[in-house]
């Protein structure tokens, strides 16, 4: 099919990794649907606010768009909002998920459908020393993580029960410009701009510097999963990762070193890791390279001078106003 054609429809669109997917699609020629709980749509796109967990207004729109793709990349996430109720993780994470596949499977069957699963089904790695696969047991550790493993679950059983052509893309952590500024990255990056325009004293605080994670950019994952979609087999899930990690003491020291202040201190504020913490998490995405010409392109490095790129433009903006 000519991509030119593709009716192509995201949901959260308006978030990191949509904004980059839909200004990816756009680029490849597609009619581009997205929608939103709030937030600003790339232009472009033709959007439109809708809630995830209104199964009737999801049907709706489904019927009326008829898309030829759907990326499923809506989803509540820890440190996005402040201390949201866990009934809110299930109403949108699974409910939310099960009411788009079915109206998929009723109004739209033959699209190919993306869930943006997550490394956090695989838990804990059973052994440190391997990266882990798409063949890993998912061992959720979280009440996000359990549904995130539903979305993917979910996924799975649509494909086998109905038909639908499902593919599960299993993010490990991304970065890069838009990333959400409660997440740890942009926390960093923030805490770096306000430093270089005297509005905060030279530290950085941050809970702990210990945790090791497969970091790969956000334009890289969108990428992976635009392949993912095109060349995956249906039913299938794959890893989308860099294959290597990176301590949350090695991003400090990057985004410090970036920065034209000397001598900015670290503090960590809870040091120690707990027994049941992941302390490293590395993914292979051997299974993804083999069905498609998908591989990271950007540096960590280059992820994070663009992420406080990004915070500078945005502090001197809010200076400004």
Known sequence: MNSSRLRILITGATGCAGSHLSELALAHGAEVFGFAHAGNFV?????????LTDRTAIANYLQDVQPDRVFHLAALIPGAMIDPPPQRYIDVNISGTYYL????KRHTPNARVLIASSSAVYGRPQHLDQPISEDAPLQPQSLYATTK??????????????????IRGRTFNQTGPREPANLVCATIARQVAHIEAGLQEPIIRTITLQPRRDFSDVRDVVA??????????AGEAYNICSGH?????????????LSSIQHIEIIESDPVLGPRAIADQIGEAAKLRACSDWQPRIA???SLRDLLDEWRQRVRAEAAA
Do not use: K, N, P
């Open 43 to 51: 232009a472009g796109v033709i959007g439109q606010v809708l809630d």
């Open 101 to 104: 596949l079915d109206a998929i």
């Open 149 to 166: 493993a539903a979305q993917d679950m979910l996924a799975s059983q649509f494909f086998t029960e109905h038909g639908l052509h499902t």
């Open 224 to 233: 992976g999963y635009w392949a993912a979609l095109e060349h995956g087999d």
């Open 245 to 257: 990690s990176t301590s949350i003491r090695q991003v400090a020291e990057i985004l410090t070193g």
């Open 300 to 302: 960590v490095g280059q």
